[in-house]
């Protein structure tokens, strides 16, 4: 006989796992399926944790989640050449009981996600690719085929939490095809230091003190992306990403931005003497509010990666899928409470749920950021060089009195955009995208 | 026919680290593998049973998160899983983990009479190949160590027919059942479950047993205790000091490159070259 159940999430990632948490521990019977050889050993993140997207879903998760460091202090670092200028914040106040951001390392802690998961009471099952989406006469989608022998396995809703390049979806024609200029790729290494030495380098008083730096400008050489720095217990987790489409024109190999990043003379002394224990590279969506596919239809909905769920001008992403995966999951548990079934119609209650959250609110804020990146590369280069510059003439005394040194402080910034018009015209378009 | 194959969870080789300052093996967040000799075997063992009927149980000793092994070999196919899992068998060598295995294989036998037991060759971890002759020695069961493939079974006599890498050559090997049987590499090609198989692993309670459970009475012949052999040290292997060189041969002939990679060799191996050109 098929077996049959109330939902089955494509997916053992942040969104899945907090869709298939929220359902099982609220009674209902899910089944997860994964394509990697254990749940998570495909997932890939930078990664700083958002406690306050995981607490709605597992309240006590600080009890017994691998977590690195919380993040005491951020740094936001702007680079050209040889200089990097930074803003740095840091407070005792994150010193909290409950911290707010966490580095994690994603192997670990999406294995202790998925345990949980399944002390909720859901089935999972790895290894195995959904290839396609079961549809009745009448076009619903009533369960997945898999790639293993045996056929179909139904159930009420489909819930896609396939990641960025998740297939299914677009198979089915739910979702269009990724555009290059709406994915980022990023590539990561983990480099292993002794827990003292990133305690001194980066100043860290407690055990679990941790510094994210986030930077901007030069490090990702003209195309619209950054990098990061993050600290771990006794790793550093540094990358890059850029635009998928940037990297087609510029023919620059993602792997050779990270060495050049790597070597900037602020960044070098940093990683001296590390050992490199794990290179990665993943896709990240960055399309924002404008490249969100449609979200439900009958018997399907799409949380995560796969709805391109990710605040790229926050660093933001993992937050969002958790909290997607939540707001489908509370859906699909209120509609089965209610004898309601899972039609286009009544998952209405999920797009509710998700307009009124701060995932499409802040998506909405930014929408206009990616196109206005991507039209305008000098942003990201001009005002940090000219920044740089300005800051390098002040602080240079040479004779020359104060007064000429603003003279060279605006002719720099002029000289990097190329004229004062330009200077005005990105000001107001840039205020009108925060807005 | 009642067929237990042996497995154990083993780290998986290929993301071992090795810590730099302290030089420990770094097991936090190395994924772990079933061993894959004994993956083999598993395959093997359920051809046996698909042909011939029966059933097959998969056996391991290890600590509990071992259960994760042995769900993934119901996933693949086998039909039932025991796990003896005692903190009283921690530090257990080769002796002490053929003893308890072989108890616990007489108390499942107690159940189900018990025609053959599979093993892998030998673990990656600890490469010594001595738990399934171990378990045979115990169980007094013969022994077909390395077995490349199954040639026939009877059921009615009682009998098979296996091919044994050995030395030199093929041995064809005829043995009564029950029987001991450690796999080679490459014997089979492992199938992939069925959804019903996965679903069932999935869902399936993994047997657990104590030593009591398994039967184990004599305590003093398990873990460290009943271990003789002694790990003095651990340690990761030195790179080698001497980098390689590299002899550029562009526009030379075959016999001045020659002369070329002599010259290198002699020049670090006076000695050779002395003994060669005396």
Known sequence: MAEHFDAIVVGAGPSGNAAAYTMAKAGLSVLQIDRGEYP???????????????????????????????????????????????????????????????????????????????????????????????????????????????????????????????????????????????????????????????????????????????????????????????????????????????????????????????????????????????????????????????????????????????????????????????????????????????????????????????????????????????????????????????????????????????????????????????????????????? | MHIVVCIKQVPDSAQIRVHPVTNTIMRQGVPTIINPYDLFALEEAMRLRDEFGGRVTVLCMGPPMAEDALRRALGLGADQAVLITDRRFAGSDTLATSFALATALETLGKEHPIDIVFTGKQTIDGDTAQVGPGIACRLELNQLTYVAAIDSLDKAKGEIVARRRAEGGVQVLKSKLPCLITMLEGANTLRRGSVQDMLRAARAKVTVWSAEDAGVGDLLKCGLRGSPTVVKKVFAPQPREEPAEMVAVEGKTPAQIGDAILDLVFARQPKLEAELTA
């Open chain 1, 40 to 435: 998570g050993s495909k997932n890939v993140q930078g990664a700083i944790l958002y406690a306050d997207a995981l607490e709605r879903v597992i309240p006590d998760f600080r009890e017994d989640a691998p977590l690195e460091r919380h993040v005491v202090e951020q740094r936001m670092w702007f680079l050209d050449e040889t200089s990097h200028t930074g803003a740095h914040y840091r407070s005792d106040d994150f010193n909290e009981a409950k911290p707010n951001r966490y580095t994690i390392l994603r192997a670990p802690f999406d294995k202790w996600f998925s345990s949980k998961v399944r002390e909720a009471g859901a089935i999972l099952i790895c290894e195995t690719t959904v290839t396609e989406l079961v549809k009745d006469a009448r076009g619903r989608v009533i369960g997945v085929l898999t790639d293993r022998e045996g056929g179909a396995i139904y159930a009420d809703i489909v819930v896609l939490g396939e990641g960025v390049n998740g297939l299914i979806g677009q198979r089915a024609g739910l979702r269009p095809e990724l555009k290059p200029a709406h994915v980022a790729l990023a590539v990561k290494e983990t480099h292993f230091l002794p827990e003292e030495t990133v305690r001194e380098r980066f100043n860290l008083q407690g055990e679990e003190d941790g510094v994210v730096i986030e930077v901007f400008g030069g490090v990702s050489s003209g195309m619209v992306g950054t990098g990061f720095l993050y600290t771990n217990r006794e790793s550093i987790s540094i990358g890059v990403g850029c635009l998928i489409s940037d990297f087609a024109e510029t023919r620059i190999p993602p792997y050779e931005l990270l060495d050049r990043f790597k070597a900037h003379p602020s960044v070098a002394p940093l990683l001296k003497g590390s050992e490199m224990k794990e290179y990665v590279a993943h896709l990240i969506p960055e399309g924002g509010y404008n490249a969100i596919p449609r979200l439900t239809g009958d018997g399907w909905a799409i949380i995560g990666d796969a709805g391109q769920f990710v605040n790229a001008v926050h660093r933001e992403g993992s937050n969002l899928a958790m909290t997607t995966g939540r707001l489908v999951g509370e859906t699909v548990v209120q509609l089965k409470a209610e004898g309601k079934p899972c039609t286009d119609a009544n998952l209405k209650l999920y797009r509710d749920k998700l307009a009124g959250s701060f995932v499409m609110k802040d998506l909405k804020k930014y929408r206009k950021v990616p196109a206005l990146l991507e039209k305008n590369k000098h942003l990201l280069t001009a005002y940090p060089n000219a920044m740089s510059q300005a800051l390098q003439s002040m602080l240079r005394v040479d004779g020359a009195s104060k007064r000429e040194k603003e003279g060279q402080a605006l002719a720099a910034l002029k000289k990097n955009r190329g004229s004062w018009a330009g200077v005005a015209t990105d000001m107001f378009k840039l205020a009108r995208a925060w807005r």
